[in-house]
């Protein structure tokens, strides 16, 4: 069973900010924003590249709502899904990162030279 599912079933504990019948949201222990929660399905899909887009319309809702209860609405927020090997995902149950709380740096994210394949 994948991490994540075993936080969903509670055989690892997790800090929750927001929960209905198929989505939790939960503080990141390792926080990279003053902000920064993870949200997931309850049930085990492993990448966004899998999702159904029903699933994703029912998730959109939820973490619109996510938003509004940390008050981010508002101020703004990045909402991040790392997929797959090239994405840097390391967990395999699919989770969009939600940072917030302070104006976010937008930076290279690789240590090529982003115009050297141009
Ligand atoms: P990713 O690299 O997109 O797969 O992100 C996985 C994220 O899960 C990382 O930001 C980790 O800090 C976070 N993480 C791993 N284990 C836990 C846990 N038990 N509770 C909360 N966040 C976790």
Redesign the pocket.
Known sequence: MC?FCK?VNGE?P??KVLEDDNFIA?????P?API?L?IIPKVHVEKFQDVQPEMMAQMTAFIQEVTKTMELDKSGYRLV??NGEDG????PHL?F?LLGGTKLKWTHLHDEDPKASM
């Not at 840097?88 to 967990?91: D, L």
Request: hydrophobic share 40%; aromatic share 4%.
């Open positions: 991490l936080l690892i997790s800090n939960f503080h990141d222990i390792n990279i920064h993870l899904t790392n840097g995902q390391e967990v989770h990162h």
